[in-house]
Each structure stands twice: as C-alpha cells, then as structure tokens.
C-alpha cells in the first residue's frame, strides 16, 4: 500500500502535429521506464473520465462547451499555434481530470500514501477560460478543488517544479487563501508569467524564478530557502505536485540544468513535510519533460522515491 499509478492508453490518443515535443511518445517512454522490477510494486488503475461537475469547480462552463465545440472529428483543430486538439484529445482530457480525482479518493479512503498520474495533455497553464501551452485541463487545480469539495482536505499545497510557470494554477487560485501554489521556473520563458512579485491576493502564490543556465544548487536553494519553509507552515492537508520534468540539463525547450538526481531529492524533502503534515498524502500530476530520455530516467526517479513512502 504505497504508490498508485494511473494510467491508460486514451492518453495516447491526444494527437499532436509531427515535430510537436508534446506527443504520444512521453507516454511510451514512460511506461518503459516504469515496466522494471523496481517497479513491481506500484498498484497500477486505469482512469476513468472525469465528471463534469469536478471540472466545473475549476473551469467556466462556457469553456468547456466551446472545446466541446471545436473538438474535430478528424484532423486537428488548433486553439494557437501550441495548443491542438484531435479527435481523441479531449477523451484525454477528460481521463486526466477523472484520475486527477480518482487519486484524490485512492489517497483520501487510504487505498494508497500517494499517486503519480501519467496523463497527458498537461494542465498547469490552463486557467478558469483559457487553454494554451498545450494545456486543456487544469488536472492538478482539479484535483485541489474535489478534495476540497470531497473530503475534510481545508488546506491544499500544490508545488510546481516544471520548468515553464503554472500561469493557469497561479490564475485559478490567485484570491484563494485555501490553496498554497508554489513555482520554481525559469525566467523569462513562456508563459512569462511567475516573478517573485506576484504573490497572490492572500499571499498564497510564492513564485520562486531561476535564470537561465541554473542548476542543482540554485534549484535547491530554492527550495531549501523559500518553497520548503512556506509549505511546512502552511500544514497543508494534501500536496499536489505539478510534476514537469522539462527542467532537466537536456530538455529541448528549458534552460535549466537540472538532472534526476534532483528530481529525487525535491520528491524526498517534499515527502518529509507530507509525511508530518497529511499522512504522506501527495498527487504527483505529469506536466512538461519533453527530452524522451530524460523524461523516463527523470520519472523513474521521482517515482521510486515516492514509492519509499
Ligand atoms: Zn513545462
């Protein structure tokens, strides 16, 4: 009873032009990269499809009857020049939002200490209205809002080590002193989102920005120095990971530096505060990683530390 991986081959379905580093192959890789020994252990769950009413927490209705609307039935159908939609992508979307809450009651019931989510399309830039960087969903404001709304979970901490900015996650929980969104990005970078200033309404939001060519030591200072310190005071009572692995050395579209090293140590020093906080609780969402290499390795580490729980 430790580690739940939610999975299915719908994710695959979300096609993307030749040449898009958002494709089916992430999927691939990982599944490759969990397939081993080490590994055996995981309690693997197929996702179902999300209800409207969870999405709805995060989501205007307006916005998803107009993806609902412009859902191909072939082709691709694109919503600016990153973010598309083919036939099976909003399927996809919908699955990434249903395991979103399907970990919540895994982790909640206690079926599980905590979950990784390998889903695709991403979500942490879509905002309330708005899709964009590949984005359709936000699965882990998702997920934030169904424990809330489920469950005796008041406080949530979501902690976003990709390497874009979660524009949307900042966006959607900007006025709410309830939710604890914490970043680590680098900047600029796309969405251009995320300085230090920007701190929320309540002062919930902490956006810590790296420069480009940083690595190890100033990604963890960060979070030795500021992420750490606020998500220990907060004593949340889940922690969501928005888990983008695009800020290793080799990723084509970030500059950091990091490797899976650090992807393993920022798991296990999250996992330390979890487990004197929630019970261990954490949801670790898929966002970025787009060297497929890189991204296998990567998962595979943060995975294995957090089936140490
Ligand atoms: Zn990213």
Known sequence: MTTVLFENSVFLDHETPFGHPECADRLVAIKTALSGNLFKALLRQASIEGRAEDILRVH????????????????????????????GSLKAAYHGAGAACQAVDALMQGQAK????????????????????????????????YAQATYAAERIAIIDFDV?????????????????????????????????????????????????????????DAYEHVILPRLAAFRPDLIILSAGFDAHMHDPLGGLNLDEADFAWVTEEIMNIAALNCQSRIISVLEGGYNLQALGKSVAAHVSVLQTA
């Open 164 to 220: 874009h900015h979660g524009n949307g996650t900042q966006e959607i929980f900007w006025d709410d002193a309830s939710v604890l969104y914490c970043s680590s990005h680098q900047m600029p970078l796309f969405p251009g989102s995320g300085a230090k200033s920007e701190t929320g309404k309540h002062g919930t939001v902490v956006n810590v920005p790296l420069n480009n060519g940083d690595g190890s030591e100033q990604f963890r």
């Open 60 to 87: 205007t209705q307006a916005y998803v009857a107009q993806l609902e609307k412009i859902s191909p039935k072939q082709g691709l159908a694109y919503i600016d020049a990153d973010t598309i939609l083919s036939k």
């Open 114 to 145: 905590n979950a990784f989510i390998a889903s695709r399309p991403p979500g942490h830039h879509a905002e309330t209205a708005t899709a964009m960087g590949f984005c359709l969903f936000n699965n882990a404001a998702i997920a934030a809002r």
